[in-house]
C-alpha cells in the first residue's frame, strides 16, 4: 500500500512540474532585404566580427531599452546569436548590392587577402517609446589601398508594419536592408 501511496506520490509531482515548464520559444531570424546592384567596389571584402552592445547579447529578443529598464520577451528567442545572424544577412546583402565583389565574413571557413574590410558596432537595435524600431551603428571601412578608415555613424528609424513581435522583426529586417545599403555606399566612395 505504501509503494502504491509513493508511486502516486511522484506521479503527481511528476504532472505538477510538467505544467509548471514553460512552452517551447518560438524562435525567430532576420531576413535579408533586397536592394539595387550597383557596379564598382572592392574585389574582395572582407566583414569583421560584429560587436553588439551587450544588452543585445542573449537568446531573448529585446523589445525595447526606454526609460532605464530592458523589456526582454521571455519566449520570443533569436534562431541563432544576434552577432553571427547579422554578419550572415549582411554578407549576404552585401553580395547582392555589389555583385562584383566577392564578400566574406570573418567566422566563415573561406578566407582571402581583402581589399577591402568593415568593421561594425551595433550599439542599439530595438524600438523605442514611440514602437519605432531604432538601428544605431558605426562602421569603419578600412581599404588596402588607403591609410586611413571611412568611418560614419548610422542611426534608422523604421515602423513596424504591425505590432508584435513579428512585425519588430521585419522593421529589423528592413533596418539591416539600410544599412547593407549604407555600407554599399561606403565601398563604393560614395
Known sequence: ??????????????????????????????????????????????????????YLERSQIVRSSENYRLD??????????LGPMLSRVLVEE??????QSTVIGESG???????????LNVQRLDEDASG?????????VNFKSRGTP??????FVVTPPEPGIAGEVT????????????LAAMLLGR
Open 94 to 99: 552585401l553580395g547582392q548590392r555589389l555583385p
Open 1 to 54: 500500500m505504501r509503494g502504491a501511496l509513493r508511486c502516486c506520490r511522484l506521479a503527481a509531482i511528476v504532472v505538477a512540474l510538467a505544467a509548471c515548464s514553460s512552452p517551447s520559444p518560438v524562435l525567430y531570424t532576420i531576413a535579408p532585404a533586397a536592394g539595387s546592384p550597383q557596379t564598382g567596389g572592392p574585389r574582395v571584402i572582407a566583414l569583421q566580427q560584429i560587436s553588439t552592445a551587450r
Open 171 to 182: 522593421a529589423i529586417s528592413n533596418a539591416v536592408g539600410q544599412l547593407a545599403d549604407g
Open 109 to 119: 571557413a573561406v578566407t582571402a587577402s581583402p581589399d577591402a574590410t568593415i568593421e
Open 150 to 155: 571611412v568611418l560614419r555613424n548610422f542611426r
Open 132 to 140: 519605432s524600431l531604432i538601428l544605431q551603428a558605426q562602421a569603419s
Open 72 to 81: 526582454v520577451m521571455s519566449n520570443d528567442w533569436w534562431g541563432e546569436p
